[in-house]
């Protein structure tokens, strides 16, 4: 498998089957850390599901 860490902001939008859209983001903080951002699409606007502080972000 080829990994790389990620540097820039990165995510991506999915749609599950039966669901809305969801998407998942990746920004990087100054300390070297992210922040993952959840967000589900209502239908106007990305509605903030979840967020977590994470140490690394590999590409795959």
């Known amino acids: 498998m080829n990994e ?3 540097t820039d902001t990165r ?4 749609e599950p089957i ?3 859209k969801r998407k998942v ?5 100054s300390d070297g850390q ?6 589900l699409w209502t239908g106007c606007r990305w509605r ?10 590999w590409e795959v």
């Open 4 to 6: 790389s860490v990620i």
């Open 11 to 14: 995510g991506f939008v999915y």
């Open 18 to 20: 039966g669901g809305e």
């Open 25 to 29: 983001e990746f920004e990087p903080q």
């Open 34 to 39: 992210f922040i993952r951002t959840e967000a």
């Open 48 to 57: 903030v599901t979840g967020e977590e502080i994470v140490a690394t972000v």
